[in-house]
C-alpha cells in the first residue's frame, strides 16, 4: 500500500481560474477542504488514507493529510513509563484546539475515556476484526513454541493472559511499528510476536499470521479494531458542503441514506457531518460498552484488561460492522450466562482482568439493551471490582 502524500503548500493552492467556451478566464469556486490529523506511521497513514477516501467520496471535499508528531512517535520508552493512555493522541488533541487541522484519526484503543472539553469524538467507522495474531517465522502455533518460547509484545494485557496459558512462554517487551515488531520474529530476537489482527488487515499483511488467537484465549483491549474520528464541537462543516438527506433546524444531519450535494447555505455542524458519513452503529454500541467498562474499571490502556463487546444482529440478519466476530464466535452462545441465545436488541460484553503475571485471572460476562451500552459496561466493571480487580491491577 503506498502511503498518502504528506500535506505541501502545492496541495493548498486551488486553481483559480477555468477556461471559458471562449476561449477567456471565468473564475472557478474553491474546492471545500478538510484537513486531517494523523500520525505519520504506516499503519496511521493507511488508516487516514481510508477516511479521507471515504470522504472524499460521500462529500466530494479535498482531504489533505496533515502529519503530526505524537511523544509516543517521539519517544521510544516502554508505553507504561510514557504515562500509558493518551501518549498518541495529545498532539493531535493540540492540533485540533489550535485550529491547525480540521479532524484528526485515531486508533480507538490509543484514545482515553475522558473526553476532552471542546472536542467530541464524532464518528467511529466499521470496525475491523477485533481478534489477535500469532507471528512465527517457524510456522509454530502458540500450543506448539514450548516452554520457554520468547513471544514479543508491547501489551501488559497480551503479556498477562499469555502467562496465564501455563505453557511456559516467556514474554518479552518490545516496541515498534509493525514491521519492525515482524523483524524481531525474523532475526530471531524472539521466537513470536503477537499483533492486531485489524493493523496487519489494512497494512495489507495477513500473509504473516501463522495463527489467529480466539478471543477465548486472547481477549483484546477495549476499542481494539476499531477508529475514532474527533473534531473540535463547534466546527462546521466546508462551505458549499452539505449531504442531500434532510438538515434539522440545528444543523443535525438527518436520514438514513444520501450523498454529497453543492451546499444548500445551511450551515451544518461538522461533528454531525461525519458522523453521518462515518459512523458505523454496531461498532459504536459496542465501543461504548468497552470504553464505558475500562473508565469504570479505572484502567488505563496499558493496564492487563481486555475487554470485547458483541451486538446481536437481528434475527435472520447480520450486522453491519466488520469488527465484530468470526462466524464460529457469532454463534457461540454466552459463557456463564443463562444458555439461552441471546435476543435481538442487546449486546454482549465480557471482560478479563489479570495480574501482569498471569497468575490470577477474573473473566465475567453480562448482557444488556444495545439502548445503553455504557450502563452494561459500568456493571460489568462493579462485578469485576467487587471481585478484586483493583488488586490484581495493583491500583489499590
Not at 471545500?32 to 490529523?37: F, K, N, T, V
Not at 443463562?338 to 449486546?347: K, L
Request: charge should be negative.
Amino acid at each position: 500500500m503506498t502511503p498518502p502524500s504528506p500535506l505541501s503548500l502545492a496541495s493548498l493552492t486551488p486553481a483559480l481560474t477555468a477556461p471559458a467556451p471562449d476561449g477567456s478566464s471565468v473564475p472557478r469556486p474553491t474546492p471545500a477542504r478538510l484537513r486531517l490529523g494523523t500520525r505519520r506511521s504506516a499503519l496511521a497513514l493507511a488508516q487516514s488514507g481510508m477516511v479521507a477516501d471515504e470522504l472524499r467520496a460521500r462529500l466530494g471535499v479535498e482531504v489533505d493529510l496533515v502529519h503530526i508528531v505524537t511523544e509516543g512517535d517521539r519517544n521510544k520508552a516502554a508505553i507504561n513509563q510514557l504515562g500509558g493512555t493518551g501518549v498518541f493522541v495529545s498532539a493531535l488533541r493540540d492540533a485540533l484546539l489550535a485550529g491547525e487541522i480540521d479532524l484528526a484519526v485515531h486508533s480507538l484503543k490509543d484514545l482515553p475515556t475522558a473526553q476532552p472539553e471542546g472536542i467530541t469524538l464524532a464518528a467511529i467507522p466499521p470496525r475491523e476484526d477485533v481478534r489477535d495474531v500469532l507471528i512465527s517465522p517457524s510456522g509454530r502455533r502458540l500450543a506448539e513454541l514450548g516452554p520457554g518460547a520468547r513471544i514479543g509484545t508491547g501489551s501488559a494485557r497480551r503479556a498477562a493472559q499469555l502467562l496465564a496459558l501455563g505453557l511456559g512462554l516467556e514474554v518479552v517487551a518490545i516496541r515498534g511499528n509493525v514491521d519492525t515488531r515482524i523483524k524481531k520474529a525474523i532475526d530471531g530476537e524472539v521466537d513470536a510476536v503477537v499483533l492486531a489482527k485489524a493493523g496487519l488487515a489494512r497494512l495489507d499483511r495477513l500473509d504473516a499470521v501463522t495463527e489467529i488467537l480466539d478471543p477465548d484465549v486472547m481477549l483484546p483491549a477495549p476499542g481494539q479494531g476499531a477508529l475514532a474520528i474527533e473534531c473540535l464541537i463547534a466546527a462546521t462543516a466546508p462551505t458549499g458542503v452539505t449531504t442531500g438527506c434532510p438538515v434539522a433546524p440545528d444543523g443535525n444531519v438527518t436520514g438514513a441514506d444520501g450523498s454529497a450535494t453543492p451546499g444548500s447555505g445551511v450551515e451544518v455542524p461538522l461533528a454531525g457531518l461525519l458522523r453521518f458519513v462515518l459512523d458505523d452503529a454496531p461498532s459504536s454500541v459496542a465501543v461504548r460498552a468497552e470504553r464505558a467498562f475500562l473508565a469504570a474499571i479505572e484502567a488505563g490502556c496499558t493496564a492487563p484488561v481486555g475487554a470485547l463487546a458483541r451486538v446481536v444482529p437481528a434475527a435472520g440478519g447480520a450486522s453491519t460492522s466488520r469488527g465484530q466476530m468470526s462466524a464460529d464466535e457469532r454463534s457461540r452462545q454466552p459463557a456463564g450466562g443463562s444458555g439461552q441465545p441471546s435476543r435481538a436488541g442487546e449486546v454482549c460484553l465480557r471482560a478479563v482482568v489479570a495480574s501482569p503475571d498471569g497468575g490470577t485471572v477474573l473473566r465475567r460476562e453480562l448482557i444488556g439493551p444495545t439502548a445503553d451500552p455504557e450502563a452494561l459496561g459500568r456493571r460489568l466493571a462493579d462485578d469485576l471490582l467487587s471481585a478484586g480487580a483493583h488488586t490484581l491491577m495493583g491500583t489499590r
